[in-house]
C-alpha cells in the first residue's frame, strides 16, 4: 500500500462551495485543515496528519480543486482567492470553529493567506514554500528566480497542457527531481501526484492555478475579500517554513516578511532542505509545526 500511515486516515467525502471534495482525514478535536500544492496530493501530509490526531487535531487533508478525485470546478476559477473561498466553506462543512488551524504548502500556502478574510475561523495559521502574497513580488525581481520560475511562463502556452502530459506525465518527475533535497525517493509521492492529474481535464486545471493567476484573470465578486486578505497583515499568529535551498521560490523571497505578519508570529528557516521541507525532513517540520498549532 502507498504512503502507509501509522493508522490509516479515513477516505471521505464533503460537499462545500458547491464542490464534491475527497479528503483524507484522522483523529478528533479542533479541526486542522491541510492543504496541498503542485503538483501534488493530499498523501504529502502522510507525515503530519498522524502527529495532528496524536496531538488533539481533527487532521484534514483535500484534494484541491480540480484535482481527482475531487470534482472539477463548474466555475473554472484556479486563482489564490477561489482557493482561500474553499478553505472556508470546508471548515464551514466540517464544522470547523475558532479553534480550528490552517496549514498549507505551495498553492494550499497561497490559499491560506487569503482565508484570513474570515479571522474568525482560525486560530492559527502555518504555510510553507510561499511567502504572503504582498513578499512574492521578487518572483520578477532576478535572473535566478525567473529561471528557477521557467514552468509557471511555460504553463501560459497552449501546448504545455500536451507536454506535460507525454509519457506519463514525466514532466511533473522533472519538476520533483527539482524540488526534493537529493537522495530522497519520490516514486511513492509521484504515483499519487500522477493518479491526481492522469485525466486531461484535471490535468488542465492543476495548469489553470498558473494561467488563471499570472494571467491575472479578474477574480469574482465574491472572492474580492480574498484577494484584499492575502495582500494585508495576518489578523492571526502566523508560522511560515521555508527551506534555504528551495529550488521553486528562492530563500531570498523570505526577506522583509515579517512585516505582513500578526504579532505572535514567526519565520522559520530550515537549513539544507529544498521545496517539499515536509517531506525532506517530516520529524524536524512536524515538531516546530506542533509547537505552534498547540500554542
Same mark, same amino acid.
Given at each position: 500500500m502507498r504512503n502507509a500511515f501509522p493508522m490509516e486516515p479515513s477516505e471521505t467525502r464533503v460537499t462545500a462551495n458547491g464542490l464534491d471534495f475527497a479528503l483524507l482525514e484522522m483523529g478528533?478535536?479542533?479541526? !486542522?485543515?491541510?492543504?496541498? &500544492?503542485?503538483?501534488?496530493? @493530499?498523501?504529502? #501530509? *502522510?507525515?503530519?496528519?498522524?502527529?495532528?490526531?496524536?496531538?488533539g487535531f481533527r487532521a484534514v487533508a483535500p484534494y484541491m480543486r480540480g484535482y481527482a478525485p475531487t470534482a472539477i470546478?463548474?466555475?473554472a476559477n484556479y486563482y489564490p482567492a477561489?482557493?482561500?473561498?474553499?478553505?472556508?466553506?470546508?471548515?464551514?462543512?466540517?464544522?470547523?470553529?475558532?479553534?480550528?488551524?490552517?496549514?498549507g504548502h505551495d498553492w494550499g !500556502?497561497?490559499?491560506?493567506? &487569503?482565508?484570513?478574510?474570515? @479571522?474568525?475561523? #482560525? *486560530?492559527?495559521?502555518?504555510?510553507?514554500?510561499?511567502?504572503h502574497l504582498s513578499a512574492i513580488a521578487g518572483l520578477l525581481g532576478?535572473?535566478?528566480?525567473?529561471?528557477?520560475?521557467?514552468?509557471?511562463?511555460?504553463?501560459?502556452?497552449?501546448?504545455?497542457?500536451?507536454?506535460?502530459?507525454?509519457?506519463?506525465?514525466?514532466?511533473?518527475?522533472?519538476?520533483?527531481s527539482d524540488w526534493v533535497g537529493s537522495g530522497y525517493d519520490a516514486k511513492e509521492d509521484l504515483a499519487h501526484v500522477k493518479d491526481c492529474l492522469r485525466q486531461p481535464e484535471n490535468l488542465a486545471a492543476a495548469i489553470g492555478y498558473y494561467r488563471d493567476t499570472f494571467g491575472f484573470k479578474p477574480p469574482a465578486p465574491e472572492h474580492e475579500r480574498f484577494v484584499a486578505a492575502a495582500g494585508s497583515l495576518t489578523p492571526m499568529p502566523t508560522l511560515y517554513l521555508h527551506g534555504s535551498a528551495d529550488n521553486a521560490l528562492?530563500?531570498?523571497?523570505?526577506?522583509?516578511?515579517?512585516?505582513?505578519?500578526?504579532?505572535?508570529?514567526?519565520?522559520t528557516v530550515f537549513e539544507g532542505l529544498n521545496h517539499f521541507?515536509?517531506?525532506?525532513?517530516?520529524?524536524?517540520?512536524?515538531?516546530?509545526?506542533?509547537?505552534?498549532?498547540k500554542g
Open positions: 478528533n478535536g479542533p479541526l !486542522a485543515l491541510c492543504l496541498h &500544492g503542485f503538483p501534488d496530493s @493530499p498523501w504529502t #501530509w *502522510r507525515h503530519l496528519l498522524p502527529a495532528l490526531a496524536d496531538a470546478p463548474s466555475d477561489a482557493l482561500s473561498s474553499d478553505a472556508c466553506a470546508l471548515h464551514e462543512a466540517l464544522g470547523g470553529d475558532g479553534d480550528a488551524v490552517l496549514i !500556502a497561497a490559499g491560506v493567506w &487569503g482565508a484570513t478574510a474570515d @479571522p474568525q475561523r #482560525w *486560530r492559527r495559521i502555518v504555510t510553507m514554500s510561499v511567502p532576478s535572473y535566478a528566480q525567473l529561471k528557477r520560475s521557467f514552468y509557471i511562463w511555460f504553463f501560459q502556452l497552449p501546448i504545455a497542457d500536451g507536454v506535460v502530459a507525454a509519457d506519463d506525465l514525466a514532466f511533473i518527475d522533472g519538476l520533483w528562492g530563500i531570498e523571497l523570505v526577506q522583509g516578511l515579517d512585516q505582513f505578519l500578526a504579532e505572535g508570529s514567526d519565520v521541507l515536509h517531506l525532506e525532513d517530516p520529524a524536524a517540520v512536524n515538531k516546530r509545526i506542533l509547537e505552534f498549532v
